[in-house]
């Protein structure tokens, strides 16, 4: 029989024998990443997020943090011994795995789930995180927008996860349910449809769930002393505003334009993709607007502005609109991709001014080639832009995603021909509908429907230092980096300084 003190030593031994083991296998907490070029610690190996299942409890007080379950529902692609989640910028308490506590860590701005025992591959998971969603913080770092009376949310690109924790790239989409409680004064309005109101004692309970899959970045909860305005689209399409209650009178006139807006979109790419649209309109000043899905996210001012033509103001709600067929059903497969969302997006922003506002596509074609090759060597080419500036993610949001992007369109239609691109523009975003797809699936369906192989002419035009030739127009000519005509400034970030040079520019349309 072993003496108890021996017993007690061979036991310790035996427990620090079992911990190096465990160890040796499973490394410590580190931030991992699916290797996007832009954003290489975004996202997270293993897993596919089927459903976020997201519990808010507001108080009344923007500048509080606010209590928050998220449950996730995930496919695991491979036996997992850890699982990854992105989280920072809020404290959590508990996580459980198939209803089991889970011991955590954080690594970087990862939340490092250890199930107590590792998930099978080809098995799925639930993944309960209680934890705490703060809106405190800097304005410019994405995630909640304190709003004059509430919240709203601008995750692009990389800020979910300063919400909620989840796999944050666009390329795991998933279903979406929000469940938000607050006081009884309060309307809470998010992406998707409202499935249920109940409530308890002075505050309710409002519950929002998706019809479509979402990437995280298009995620939207408006919290907010509101007033929803609801109408009719094409073919009874839902449409339902959501504005601070006080300016509902003076928004309306720009808000009813909408259904219109969205009958001259489908005429040129198809059937809107989703179950409802509708403008939010943030009382903040957040230097953007946004193409959260289903409910894209505006500034007040872009509305209230009496130095902005209605033209312009109109365009740029097209230009948003056009996200929910390019970047939202449509999503990039990488960050790369950007081009793709806001150089659709721009196109049809700009075929709008010109038809609504008679502002020559040409012209602002035939600017934006002059500007081109200096937006390429301060940003990089269209597929290949150059990282966010340390510091300014909202730096990736450069005018040659915007209109340098859009000159790629407009090329390429001149190659191919009208009648081509608006099959290629349908097929895209009906082959596509629901998923994600990058620049070689967009060049391959290309190159098919025009019939003969266009990588030569997108390898210039989407991966090039300098502009190719304007196929077309051989009299254009692109300044010289750093060369601008006497008097001409240099454009901001984003469409609207392409589209309206004299006024000043609203932000970055996203």
Known sequence: MLHSSRR?????????????????????????GIGDRLFPELGNPGYDVIAYDISLAYRGANDRPMDAVTVIDAWAERELGRVNLDFTHGTVRSVEVDGSPAAFATAGEDLVVKPDRPVAA????????????????????????????GLALANQADAAHRVFPCNDHPSDKAYFTFRVTAPKDTTVVAGGSRVDLG?????STWTYRTAHPMATELAQVSIGRSAVLERRGPHGLPVRDVVPAADRAVLEPWLRRTPEQIAWMEQRVG??????????????????????QTLSLFERSLFTRPDLPAWYVESIMVHELAHQWFGNSVSPRTWSDLWLNEGHATWYEALYAQEKGE????????????????????GGPPARPDAPEPGRKLSLFRPVVYDGSALVLY???QTIGTAAFERLERAWVSTHRDGTAGTEDFTDLASRIAGRDLGAFFDGWLYGATTPPMPGHPDWRSDAPGQRAPGQRTPAPGPSAAAQPSAPAPGKPA
């Open 122 to 149: 080809g098995t799925r998971m639930a993944i309960t995180v209680t934890h705490t969603s703060d809106p405190r913080g800097p304005a410019d770092a994405g995630g909640w927008v304190r709003t004059g009376d």
């Open 199 to 203: 409530h308890q004692g002075t505050t």
């Open 359 to 378: 502002r020559s596509l040409v012209e602002r074609m035939r600017r934006a080639y002059r500007l081109s090759d200096g937006w390429r060597a301060a």
């Open 271 to 292: 059937r809107y993709p989703f179950e409802n649209y509708g403008v939010l309109v943030a009382d903040a000043d957040t230097g953007f607007e946004l193409e959260t």
């Open 411 to 413: 090329a390429l239609r």
């Open 8 to 32: 007690r030593l061979r036991a310790a031994l035996l427990v620090a024998a079992a911990s190096a083991l465990v160890a040796a296998v499973l490394p410590e907490p580190r931030a991992l």
